[in-house]
């Protein structure tokens, strides 16, 4: 494992809201440059105020575009591009949390987990510190219960809230094969009765809770009075709202306006993709954007048509049958003869140049992430919790690796009564079904 790098600063303090502001101000500045997607552009619309730049992007190949794909700071491209990336580098430079030695486990508890999962759970465990020893352990959205598991020692509890019942089935065998006392409670995490569950006693742990899911566990453990809390965020698009819905009073204040595609932007970096799953990914976004020539001539307008998601058998039907296949889900008029080698090719060409133009939003990508992990941050500092943000564990493990560790300033004692539970009508939207469970 790389050494772990000491002298970037761990964010606490008054130094959350100082970086919340100054990356908002980067990201507020430079919008027109990261909002538009090449995907559904032809043109950008920076692309005539930088000229030279956008000419050198579409220059290069798909090969370029793959290799530095996730260094695009690396490029040596003309203005404003260096400049942009030192930025984006001094702003988004958050330090490691401290490693603490943990119990050795004295039980087999990696069997029927991943191996990088493992190592994520390891990396995530050994930075959990707090002034107080934890009692009682809550894995929010905890799957099979692993993590929980993994942290689990003698004279402590701990409770294991999922919604998929084949994942808490298989949990409860695990922890029933390892001899240990859990509690593996079927629960959406979205419902109103969820707030029963949590109490003053308990520390939520959360490692890539998507989205809303652990936005609602940072709401519902303040409320409850929980004294330490850690997350990892991750999805930051996977949420009910049409758009992002700031959680602090700096957030709130700010003008960015976040759309669903925006919130994807940090999530677009790659690190474990093997060469056919790429392979079969650039095939598919070829053809999208084949298709989408193809459908601006049929409609005679030149905008994006959203297209479904369709099933990788899809990509095993001829080019030609694709788009006539396609075309009719999208009731356009009759396709009629085409040069199809042509277009595909068209396809091909397009996406080395939408694949070049988007390292240039991929300079903003991890401060983006980092202003919205900051806005939780500030959240529960005003909930009156002292915050560290730092990282985990090092990117190629998971790109999601920043964490937040909260503990009450003023830690209640668990026989006071906690705030009141009660929960905003906001919270009980209905939710994205692909997020329970995850």
């Known amino acids: 494992m790389p050494a772990r790098d000491v002298d970037r600063p761990v964010l606490t303090g008054e130094q959350l809201l100082a970086r919340f502001k100054a990356l908002d101000g980067f990201l507020t500045e430079h919008q027109a440059l990261w909002r538009p997607r090449p995907f559904t552009h032809r043109q950008l619309p920076w692309e005539a105020v930088y000229p030279e730049l956008a000419n050198w992007l579409r220059q290069r190949s798909l090969e370029d575009a793959e290799n530095s794909h996730n260094h695009p700071e690396q490029l040596l491209a003309p203005a404003p591009f260096p400049g942009l990336a030192v930025q984006a580098i001094a702003l988004s430079t958050v330090g490691d949390l401290p490693v603490h030695p943990t119990e050795p486990s004295s039980r087999r508890l990696n069997v029927d987990v991943p191996g990088r999962k493992w190592q994520q759970i390891e990396a995530f465990a050994g930075c959990l510190q707090f002034s107080a020893k934890p009692r009682h352990w809550l894995d929010w959205c905890s799957g099979k219960g692993h993590l929980g598991r993994r942290l689990l020692q003698v004279g402590q509890q701990l409770t294991c809230l999922e919604y998929d019942p084949a994942l808490i089935a298989s949990g409860q065998a695990l922890s029933q094969h390892h001899h240990l006392a859990v509690n593996h409670l079927q629960q959406d995490v979205m419902a109103a009765d969820v707030a029963v569950r949590l109490s003053a006693d308990q520390t939520p742990v959360a490692l890539h809770a998507c989205g809303d899911l652990h ?75 084949a298709f989408d020539l193809l459908q601006r001539q049929l409609r005679g307008c030149d905008d994006y048509l959203p297209a479904p ?18 075309a009719a889900l999208k009731d356009l008029s009759t396709v009629g003869e085409q040069d199809w080698s042509a277009l595909e090719a068209a396809g091909w060409e397009r996406l080395a140049q939408v694949r070049n133009l988007e390292l240039l939003r ?60 009660s929960v905003d009508e906001t919270c009980q939207k209905p939710l994205d079904p692909w997020l329970l469970g995850h």
């Open 215 to 289: 936005v609602r566990l940072m709401q519902l453990a303040s409320a409850a009075g929980c004294n330490q809390l850690a997350i990892a965020p991750c999805c930051y698009n996977r949420i009910s709202a049409r758009q992002y819905q700031p959680l602090s009073g700096a957030a709130k204040g700010s003008g960015l306006q976040l759309s669903l595609d925006d919130l994807a932007l940090p999530l677009s970096e790659t690190v474990t993709a093997g060469a056919r799953v790429r392979r079969q990914r650039d095939t598919s976004m070829a053809r999208r954007l």
């Open 362 to 421: 991929g300079v903003f990508r991890r401060p983006l992430e980092l202003w919205l992990v900051l806005d939780r941050a500030l959240f529960l500092e005003e909930q009156g919790y002292s915050v560290r943000l730092g990282l985990f564990c090092e990117t190629p493990l998971t790109p999601r690796n920043l964490m937040l560790l909260a503990e009450r300033r003023q830690p209640l004692h668990f026989d006071q009564q906690p705030v009141d539970k």
């Open 309 to 326: 998601s369709l099933p990788s058998a899809w990509l095993d039907k001829s080019f030609a049958d694709y788009c006539r296949d396609l």
